[in-house]
């Protein structure tokens, strides 16, 4: 791996104004932090995906959100890696997890999707799962409720007011990732809220 190729920082979510505030694109508000935090603004490239071109430390990083629905998130990934010479070393999928509370953030390299269906797609288009994952708690559904509603509800109104914080260090860990590596990003990440 070159030292001097880019970073991509794929947040994973659902397109459209409905689904912008749910659970399940948690990955595309963490993306939308950063980018912010850059003042850079989303563009659209090719008809799957948006993407904003940030430096962080001078190292050059690609924020995409991928406009396909999140269960089909692996082919704009892929083609996004193509276009811009990223190796998979250097993809970070931003994406929702059950398995955590909400505020609860972890980096993990590799590993299985568990049960995650946008993170199955990018395994799958790009035969491997040697990328390194944040993922976001959101919690488990109350009793009686499927995990398909929970994902696509709104975030709750408690949730929503600490979002700022947990979003600030999502977007703190993904900076130290690209200036000091995946150690150093756990470290600062894998707290709770």
């Not at 689904?19 to 963490?30: K, W």
């Not at 909400?102 to 790009?126: I, M, Q, T």
């Amino acid at each position: 791996m070159t030292t001097d190729a880019p970073w991509l920082i794929a947040g994973l979510g659902n397109p459209g104004p409905w689904f912008r505030r749910t659970r399940h694109n948690a990955g595309f508000l963490t993306v939308d932090r950063l980018a912010g935090r850059h003042g850079a603004r989303f563009r659209r490239r090719g008809i799957a995906t948006l993407v904003a071109e940030i430096t962080v430390d001078g190292r050059p990083v690609l924020l995409a959100k991928p406009l396909w629905f999140i269960n089909l998130s692996g082919r704009p990934v892929a083609a996004l890696l193509r276009r811009y010479g990223v190796p998979v070393e250097r993809l970070v999928v931003v994406q929702d997890d059950l398995d955590f509370a909400y505020g609860v953030g972890k980096l993990k390299r590799g590993g299985g999707p568990g049960g995650h269906n946008g993170v199955r797609s990018v395994g799958e288009v790009l035969g491997t799962r040697d990328f390194v994952r944040l993922r976001f708690g959101i919690g488990r559904p109350p009793k009686g409720q499927s995990v398909g509603d929970y994902v696509l509800k709104t975030f709750s109104e408690d949730e929503l007011a600490a979002m700022p914080g947990v979003l600030d260090r999502c977007a703190d860990a993904l900076e130290t990732l690209v200036r000091l590596g995946l150690n150093r990003a756990q470290d600062a990440l894998n707290v709770t809220a």
